[in-house]
């Protein structure tokens, strides 16, 4: 053999050692390392997905109750979150009359489809319904966290039907955790969306609603109620026809001018000079009208105030649609109708009928004031009958006549009523001699 | 000693040659081995799926698919059309505590299932009022049984040396309103003493969690389980 065909074998028989060696030392690490089953990081992954299903369904059927819970609040509240026309006892008003400060009759409009706002109400307070949902789901730590934050959430319509639809700003977070480590290994993070239908088209019943409530403005109570028996049942509307029909007086009253002012004061027709004293003793005593100025000349308009309150079903078949909703006050789930409520409020003014009078600061109406001839007898003047020549008694009716009686420009006192704010009367401080409390006027007194 | 033998001017001939190619094809060998898995019981156990995950996962699945299912309109009906199994012409009926009454309960009330899934169903039992806890107990047993429990059918399970036999997949699902708490419904099956035999296995469990209208529990949640019961039926007495 040469040389170079002997470093074959003993080669050959270094490398087999070596190799069979190396063989025995990985097999058996490789075994050690070989801990799991086959397809383990597959079914993991199913797992985190199905573990995110759980949050996303969660929101699913909590907007839907949300929906439904916000759809009677928003109904309830007549379509608007809040409203310029203020309230008739717990209607939200869509119209309101006033008179306005030369006593004209004026009249506000605060419809609910005015713009966008009932769409708004009610995606506002179907997300504080669904955020109620979340707290609770999140407050069991065993839950994967749902975010809160929804920057789109909205009212849309798709296909003729309005949908709810929102989609969080954040993903429900789901993590794979390392066997080996504990941390975790794998996040998959999924944003919790939906899109509800809504089950009641509440854009178009409002539609309807304002068409004829806007028909029903200024309307005697036996047309108001052949328009509400005309729209009855149309439209899937069930109107209340036993509506109530409130018609009260007030009259408005407000500056119309100026007038004069006078005061009686005491003469002396005629007398003597005492001749011990040497002074000059009136032995008939008289009375004279005497100007002091100008008072503000008043125009009282009497007008009707008239209110109506609405309340309007859904129709669902024979039956009104009713959703299922926690009573907090009865302490248990009952079904509640969907019914919207609203207010609407007018003024019939007639002004034919408004009569004036004469306000002064100082002393009475000149056109008011008598002279009694009996008066005069100076030797009686402590014990005569006078009589009284300003008012005992007014009544103001609106928020301008309350400023006249803030005014006490009959330096009387004056009382407002607490409830309304809109009535006063005036009190005479003392009634002239001969002349009881509450008889002033009866005894001559003037309503000024 | 092995002897290699060289040309005669030392260089490989043709014999060489196949002989360094048998040695490399040898080492291909090797290192093919080196890359299997230890051939032991342990590594092949490591080979199979872990089966009980599988059923895990299945039943997630399965409760997903069940709360979400639409409840049919003629309940009543469908109740009574499976108050019972025939195998191998024998009648055998389910056995539920108070069934006239909670099958009764749910005539008068159809606005318990009527255009509901089974999770609103769920949620709407709670607060059905004038029905006894017993009631809506056999109420809820009786529409998972109707709506879920997957007809008998026959598997041609060799195993069992039976002359007719079937196949019932029982899903059975516990539900507790709030967090704490035992479980408050549930729809186990109850096949005792019946005259029939009944090979079951268990096939996984799952948790989910649904809203509750009713908000004066905290939190308004409902955790429905589930534990889906894989099982053969068969009649004894035609069988054994």
Known sequence: MDKKGSILVPLTIAFAIFTLIALLVLVFAKGAQFDKHLGDRQLELFNIYQSGEKPLYFVDEAAAKSADKALLEVAANGLKASTDCGMYDTFRLWAMGSMDGSCSPVQKSCYPDDGDSHRKYFAYVSRQNLYGYIDDYNSNPDNYAIPKDYADFELVESSGKLQLVGTANAPVVVSLVDVKTGNPAVEYGMKPSFRQDVDIDFVADAQNLVATSEQLIKKAEGDARSIIEAADNLNGLDWDEGFSYKKEQYSCTHDVGSCSCCVIEETCESGEVDPETGEFVCTKKGSSIVPVGDGTLYESVPYYLVDIPMSVKVLDGGSHRSFYVYDGAAKKVVPKEVEYRFGLDWVEAHPEDSSTFCSCGNGSPCSGLKIDEKKGDAGDAGGEEKEASYACTITCTDDSSSDFCTSTNLDGKYEVDDETGISCSYTCPSCPDGCSDGSCKESGGTIN | ?240
């Open chain 2, 1 to 240: 000693m092995i002897r290699v033998k060289f040309g005669k001017r030392g260089l490989f001939d043709i014999e060489d040659f196949f002989s360094f190619v048998v040695y490399i094809l040898i080492l291909f060998m090797f290192v093919i081995l080196l890359s299997l898995p230890k051939c032991s019981p342990t590594a092949e156990q490591k080979l199979t799926s872990d089966v009980s995950r599988l059923d895990r996962l299945h039943a997630e699945q399965e409760l997903s698919e069940m709360l979400r299912t639409q409840l049919p309109g003629n309940l009543p009906a469908l109740i009574e059309s499976k108050k019972s199994l025939k195998i191998n012409g024998l009648e055998i009926y389910y056995r539920v505590k108070g069934y006239a009454g909670a099958k009764g309960a749910l005539e008068a009330n159809p606005g318990l299932y009527t255009g509901l899934t089974y999770a609103q169903f769920i949620d709407r039992l709670e607060f059905l009022e004038g029905v006894s806890t017993e009631t809506k107990n056999s109420i809820f047993q009786l529409v998972t049984r109707a709506v879920f429990v997957k007809d008998v059918f026959p598997p041609h399970i060799k195993e069992l040396d039976l002359e007719e036999r079937s196949f019932l997949i029982y899903p059975e699902v516990y539900v507790k309103y709030g967090v704490a708490g035992k479980f408050y419904y549930e729809s186990d099956a109850d096949l005792s003493n019946l005259p029939i035999f009944y090979g079951g296995t268990y096939g996984g469990e799952a948790i989910a969690v649904i809203p509750l209208t009713d908000q004066s529990k905290k939190p308004a949640a409902a955790t429905v389980a589930l534990r889906v019961e894989q099982g053969v039926l068969s009649s004894l007495a035609e069988g054994s």
